[in-house]
């Protein structure tokens, strides 16, 4: 089985603070995509890498970074975090077809206070 | 723009009756379209695809799709609702956007099943 897991399920930060989510998949997969998820607006997608080093901003990239060093793992960094930031967070990853279906983690949610 | 709608924030239905969670889509060329299902505090499971060939896609739990071109819907549904299946459902879609593939998702439709 497609294996996706992020780092923390639940995680507490205080505003300003550098803050990493993690996340590792173990089947080879291409693309890698963070989102956040929040009430009455579904998911948004923040960032999502195609491959190694590459990443192109998703629609709602401010406040965000990402790095993708190896082929398993993609992180989200929020620079400096903000209370608007708090939210479920959420990485997925597929191959490089459009036609696959992208397997998602646990969720990390994240408060911000 | 291409996107994907769910018109619907939430769905109530009795348990045993049929149910439908409704989505419509615009995209550019051919659409592949996904559902997928959130119970609380975990992550989005793959419910079922359409790609190509017969309209109605049959998934995971019984649910079934059924994809309409000239609507471009692509609407969830199951002949008899279970209690278990409460949770959120998504509906998404892969377009192509500077020669990548992205998946973009409806703002979700919660279902409500009643004993």
């Known amino acids: 089985d497609v294996k996706v897991t992020q780092s923390s399920r639940y995680l507490v930060k205080r505003t300003g603070e550098k803050v990493f989510l993690e996340c590792v998949q173990d089947m080879d997969h291409e693309n890698m995509f963070w989102y956040r998820q929040d009430p009455g607006l579904g998911l948004r997608l923040i960032y999502f890498?195609?491959?190694?080093?590459?990443?192109e901003k998703g629609d709602i990239p401010e406040g965000y970074s990402v790095s993708r060093e190896k082929k398993e793992r993609f992180s989200l960094i929020l620079e400096s975090a903000s209370t608007n930031q708090t939210s479920m967070y959420l990485c997925a990853s597929k191959t490089g077809q459009g036609f696959t279906e992208a397997f998602f983690g646990q969720g990390t949610r994240l408060t911000v206070v | 723009a291409q996107s994907v709608a769910q018109p619907e924030d939430q769905v109530n239905v009795a348990e045993g009756n049929p149910l439908t969670v409704k989505c419509t889509y615009s995209v550019s060329g051919n659409p592949y379209l996904f559902w997928y299902v959130q119970y609380p505090n975990r992550g989005l499971q793959f419910l079922l695809k359409y790609i190509t060939g017969d309209n109605l896609v049959k998934g995971s739990y019984g649910f079934e799709a059924e994809f309409n071109k000239s609507q471009t819907s692509f609407h969830l549904k199951k002949p008899s609702a279970l209690v278990s299946d409460s949770a959120l459902y998504f509906c998404?879609?892969?377009?192509?956007?500077?020669?990548?593939?992205?998946?973009?998702f409806g703002a979700g439709t919660r279902l409500a099943v009643h004993p």
């Open positions: 998404a879609v892969t377009i192509r956007r500077g020669g990548y593939n992205k998946l973009i």
């Open positions: 890498s195609y491959d190694v080093k590459m990443k």
